[in-house]
């Protein structure tokens, strides 16, 4: 399964951006990561291919959105009310079976957040 992650940018503090990733194929889970400058890595939110049950961080959870399109293979990360401490490189990552690690990552894209 390869991965393609799109949609970051410049965004001012308190707009909103929407992240993709398109996945060539089927997989169980597909999880948005983050690293900003300096930081290590860091897990932002997950929504399971079969079910769609979500997860997110504490510091996204209220404003960051994941959900999918199974038709396309596509998950979606909406971010809305952002904060220039979102600023990082988003990555997608998937796993491909149930209780799986994430053994599938895509390259980033770059979300800078102004304040």
């Known amino acids: 399964v390869q991965l393609q992650a799109s949609g970051g940018g410049l965004v001012q503090a308190g707009g909103s951006l929407r992240l993709a990733c398109a996945a060539s194929g089927r997989t169980h889970r597909m999880g948005w990561f983050r690293q900003a400058p300096g930081k290590e890595r860091e897990f932002v939110a997950y929504?399971?291919?079969?079910?769609?049950?979500?997860n997110y961080a504490d510091s996204v959870k209220g404003r960051f959105t994941v959900s999918r399109d199974n038709a396309k293979n596509t998950a979606y990360l909406q971010m809305n009310s952002l904060k220039p401490e979102d600023t990082a490189l988003y990555s997608c990552?998937?796993?491909?079976?149930?209780?799986?690690?994430?053994?599938?990552w895509g390259q980033g894209t770059l979300v800078t957040v102004s304040s």
């Open positions: 990552a998937v796993a491909m079976v149930y209780g799986g690690p994430y053994d599938r």
């Open positions: 929504i399971r291919w079969t079910d769609s049950a979500t």
